[in-house]
């Protein structure tokens, strides 16, 4: 296999070590299947101490499933979903959620990829109108698409306009632990403490192998008791669970869940800090998690590419991203960073 030098997604990166040591300690001896054995309660103990919550917890597969099996509890095929027009349900989960659910998605334009008070009113239109696809959820992506992380204040107030119109919560956690390592708060503070209903508990994107869950709060714990039969419909219940528990409670037992995510973030700011007042060189948004925005000569994004796999976010603007992940090391950001001011300045 050939090393790819990649900035181009947190999945670009492998397993953690710890991680390949669980499973292989849990393909020891036999186990229940479809989550009935015990690491897997084990595991969804882990989940709810580290949420500080007595809530239901489900695992699955990859963070599109993660979401649409989410959604689909709490939704109906007449209901909408109110959410940034660069959140990850919206863009880059090919139809998925008005697929599977049959609901329409009602997006906002946004400037960094979060939500705002007034944005989201102007989705809350129609109401009780049958000729109007009712709004019923508002999914926030925490941390966005745009490597913006929503404050305590702020997912508490658009969570508090949600439920006083009638809407539940949704949190699209794909990069939660990036989240809660910007934040320096615990998970609670920004989760259920400030209003989400439903949580999408990621782990792929910070050095798990195909593993997610699903959480539900109090305020929609009885949707909870239909979500084995979605999951299974659609295709989330693994046969074999423990593989997908025994990851969780590997990185959340020794704290490695949230130390990857501290090392991914101070890379994303080491290569931002190293290539920030570059000529030729704009940072777009803010670096608060593990994603850097860039716009920078289209000959100088060719030139890069030859040696490095990364995403050309908006190809009108010639704006790229870069992300970091906890596998990423200082040698390699410091050593892109030098080749993207030599492309740049070659160029310019």
Known sequence: MTALRSFASDNSAGAHPAVLEALAAANQGYAEPYGADALSRRAADRIRAALDADAEVYFTWGGTAANVLGLAAVTRAWHGIICAEQAHVAV????????????????????????????????????????????????????TEYGTVYTVEQVGELADLAHGNGLLVHMDGARLANAAASLGVPLAEFTWRAGVDVLSFGGTKNGLMSAEAVVFFDRVRDRALDFPYIRKQGMGLASKMRFVAAQFEAVLAGGTWLANAHHANRMARRLEAAVR??????????????????????????????????YVWDEAADEVRWMTTFATTEAEVDAFAEAIRIAVAGVR
Do not use: M, W
């Open 92 to 143: 880059d989960e090919c139809g998925a959620p008005e697929r599977f659910i049959g609901c329409k998605l009602l997006t906002v334009p946004t400037r960094d990829g979060r939500l705002t008070p007034d944005g989201l009113r102007s989705r809350i239109r129609g109401v009780g109108v049958e000729h109007h696809v009712q709004p019923a959820v508002v999914s926030l992506t925490q941390a």
């Open 277 to 310: 007042g570059t000529p030729g060189l704009l940072i777009t948004q803010r670096v608060e998690a593990n994603a850097v925005f860039a716009v920078l000569p289209r000959r100088a994004i060719r030139a890069l590419q030859e040696d490095y796999y990364f």
